[in-house]
C-alpha cells in the first residue's frame, strides 16, 4: 500500500467532529478487528475518538470471546449515529451491498474499506471520500494492518491478536483466499500475538443448544456427487451457517457446502468451497438470483433473502434446484443422507 490512502484517509476526517466505524451487519472477526484498527489509526494519529457501532448479532461463540478479549470495543448502533453531522467509516462491507443496513441518503460516508466483491451494487450507492477495496486480499485486516504499518504504528498486543486471528479466520490460516499482502501480514502479526488469549478465543465454550444445531445440520445434509447442502431450519443466530458450512466442508466427500438456515425471516445462505475449487461468489448468486443479496469470491460466500411472505418450505426446494443446476448435477440423482 502506498502511503497515498493513508495520508488521504487523515485529511479526509481530520476535521471530523465526531466519526462512527461500521462494520459489516453481524459483524465476524474480521470486521471487528478492522474497525478495532482503524480506531486505534484515528486515536494514535489524530486524537481523534471514534465509536463502534454495530448492527445485528455478534452469535458466534468464538465472535463473543473476542469482543470480550477486547474489552467490548462495539455498541448496538442508534438512530443518532447515521446523522449527517456524523461522518461514517464503512470497514468490511459497502455501501448499498447485502451484509449492511441501507444507510440514509444524508449519511456522511467518509471511508470505505472492504475486500469483498459485491457484483450487484447500485452505480447509485453513496460514494466515500476515500474508498480502498481489494477483492485480490483474503481479509479487510490485511488492509488494517499495512495502515497501521504505513503509519509507524506498533499495534497492542490484543489488536494484534484480534487482526491475526482476522486474518486467520479469513483464510483459514492461509489455507484459502490468500495473497501476498494476506501472508505478509500474517507473519507480520504472528510475533506480537497473545498466543493464551487467542487460544481462549479459538476455543471458546460453546452453549449445549450449539450442539444440537450440529446435529440438526449433519441430520439434514444430503449429498449429491460431491455437492453437500443442509437446510437447518430455524437458527439461532444468522451465522450459525457459515460455522457450520465449515465443518461440513471437512467431509471426504463434499468438494462444494451450501448450508442454509432461517434467521428472523431471512434465509441465510453460506457457500464452502474446496481449496482446490473456485466460484463460490458465482454460485451464491446463482442461489440468491433476484430475490435477495449476495457476495464472496474464491472458496467462501454467502448471501441471504428476505422470505417476506414466503413460504421457506416452498422456498428451499426451489434453492435446491438452482444450486444444483448451477453445477450442472443431474436433479434426478439420487441424494446420500449422511446418516441412514
Given amino acids: 500500500m502506498s502511503n497515498d490512502n493513508l495520508n488521504l484517509l487523515l485529511q479526509i476526517v481530520d476535521q471530523a467532529e ?3 466505524i461500521l462494520p459489516h451487519t453481524n459483524p465476524d472477526p474480521d470486521a471487528i478487528a ?7 489509526l484515528l486515536a494514535e494519529k489524530l486524537d481523534l475518538e471514534a465509536q463502534i457501532a454495530y448492527y445485528g448479532v ?15 470495543p462495539l455498541r448496538p448502533l442508534i438512530d443518532s449515529d447515521l446523522s449527517p453531522s456524523k461522518s461514517v467509516a464503512i470497514i468490511d462491507t459497502q455501501p448499498g451491498a447485502g451484509n ?14 472492504d475486500h469483498h466483491t459485491w457484483p450487484d451494487l447500485s452505480p447509485s450507492s453513496p460514494q ?33 491478536t484480534a487482526l491475526f486471528y482476522g486474518i486467520k479466520t479469513n483464510t483459514l490460516g492461509l489455507g484459502r483466499n490468500t495473497s501476498g499482502d494476506d501472508a505478509a501480514a500474517y507473519y507480520y502479526l504472528q510475533p506480537r500475538v497473545d498466543v493464551k488469549g487467542l487460544a481462549d478465543i479459538e476455543q471458546a465454550r460453546v452453549p449445549a443448544h450449539y450442539f444440537k444445531s450440529f446435529d440438526v445440520a449433519l441430520r439434514a445434509a444430503q449429498v449429491y456427487d460431491g455437492v453437500l447442502i443442509s437446510y437447518m431450519g430455524p437458527v439461532d443466530y444468522p451465522d450459525l451457517t457459515a ?5 461440513l466442508l471437512r467431509l471426504e466427500e463434499s468438494e462444494w457446502v451450501v448450508c442454509m438456515g432461517l434467521h428472523q425471516e431471512t434465509m441465510m445462505i453460506s457457500v464452502r468451497l474446496h481449496r482446490r475449487q473456485r466460484g463460490a461468489g458465482q454460485l451464491v448468486q446463482a442461489i440468491v438470483g433476484p430475490d435477495g443479496a449476495a457476495g464472496g ?25 438452482r444450486i444444483l443446476q448451477h453445477l450442472n448435477v443431474d436433479p434426478e440423482l439420487a441424494s446420500q443422507p449422511l446418516f441412514e
Fill in 18 to 20: 465526531e466519526i462512527v
Fill in 100 to 113: 449492511i443496513l441501507t444507510l440514509p441518503a444524508t449519511s456522511n460516508i467518509a471511508i470505505v474499506i
Fill in 58 to 72: 455478534i452469535g458466534r461463540a468464538e465472535n463473543k470471546a473476542l469482543v470480550r478479549y477486547l474489552v467490548h
Fill in 34 to 40: 478492522s474497525a478495532v484498527a482503524l480506531r486505534y
Fill in 243 to 247: 460455522e457450520m458450512a465449515d465443518l
Fill in 128 to 160: 466515500a471520500g476515500l474508498t480502498d477495496i481489494r477483492p485480490e486480499l483474503g481479509a479487510t485486516s490485511t488492509i488494517l494492518t499495512e495502515y497501521l504499518r504505513a503509519a509507524g504504528l506498533e499495534p497492542p498486543v490484543p489488536l494484534a
Fill in 297 to 321: 469470491h474464491g472458496t467462501i460466500a454467502g448471501g441471504q433473502i428476505p422470505l417476506t411472505g414466503q413460504d421457506p418450505d416452498v422456498l428451499i426446494p426451489e434453492l435446491m434446484r
